[in-house]
């Protein structure tokens, strides 16, 4: 993941109603995202064929205040997968934000550190994330970075001006791997429009990597 600080007016276009941008230390952030879908079920009913597959996304950070409880939230720009089926099932049911688009990775792991790498290609270009890291895990700090962009539960979909659909994402407490190099290779304006051109030329604040888990995303979707 890794995380840019941005003017929060670039994000105001992608707002859903009812929800407000969320800050870590007075900053927000827009996260690029790679990572793999293994073994998904929908509705508990694995997907053949098509269960297995990378996602490149592009998110930012939310909060919406119920009662005395703050819910704390991802937006999704836009959400990238290799197949098209999945992209138009996930528009249709849910109203997301997918595309379909060639994808590819490369995981190579070696005694102390691993090298894991994204690809995704929009017309002529292949778009790269990659990382090393170490292998050992550890746990995130309280008020860290770290914690700021993992401990989101709910995701929040503008499907227009006025209706805002919400839904939990369930997953355990990641442990994090130390980043000691990265390299990052994209055309944020051809893939998420010229609002996030100006990302082209800019270095993200952090790169953070998680181990991962089984993750439960609730079929249900409340509108508010």
């Known amino acids: 993941m890794a995380n840019y600080t941005v003017n929060p007016s670039v994000l105001l276009p992608f707002l859903p109603k009812g929800v407000e941008i969320d800050t870590y230390q007075g900053k927000a952030y827009v996260s690029l995202v790679g990572f793999m ?45 290799p197949y ?4 138009w099932m996930a528009n249709w049911l849910y109203k997301e934000h997918y595309i379909s688009i060639p994808t590819k990775h490369k995981w190579s792991f070696q005694e102390k550190t691993k090298d894991i790498r994204y690809d995704w290609k929009l017309g ?18 309280k008020g860290s970075i770290e914690e ?27 442990e994090t791997n130390q980043i000691t190099d990265y390299h990052i290779d994209c055309d944020f304006g051809a893939m998420y429009g010229e609002a996030f ?23 249900k979707r409340t509108t508010i």
Do not use: C
Not at 201 to 219: K, L
């Open 37 to 81: 879908f293994k073994n998904t079920r929908l509705f508990n009913i694995p997907i053949p064929y098509l269960g297995t597959f990378e996602e490149i996304n592009l998110r930012f950070y939310v909060k919406r205040k119920e009662g005395n409880e703050w819910k704390r939230g991802v937006v999704f720009i836009n959400e990238t997968i």
């Open 197 to 219: 051109r100006f990302l082209n030329h800019q270095e993200p604040a952090n790169v953070i990597m998680a181990e991962g888990s089984e993750v439960t995303v609730d079929w």
């Open 148 to 174: 700021y962009i993992f401990e989101h539960y709910f995701g929040y979909t503008k499907v227009d001006d006025n209706t805002t659909q919400e839904y939990n994402v369930a997953h355990p407490r990641w």
């Open 124 to 141: 002529n270009k292949w778009n790269v994330l990659t990382v090393n890291a170490a292998n050992k895990k550890q746990p995130m700090a």
């Open 84 to 87: 098209k089926p999945v992209a």
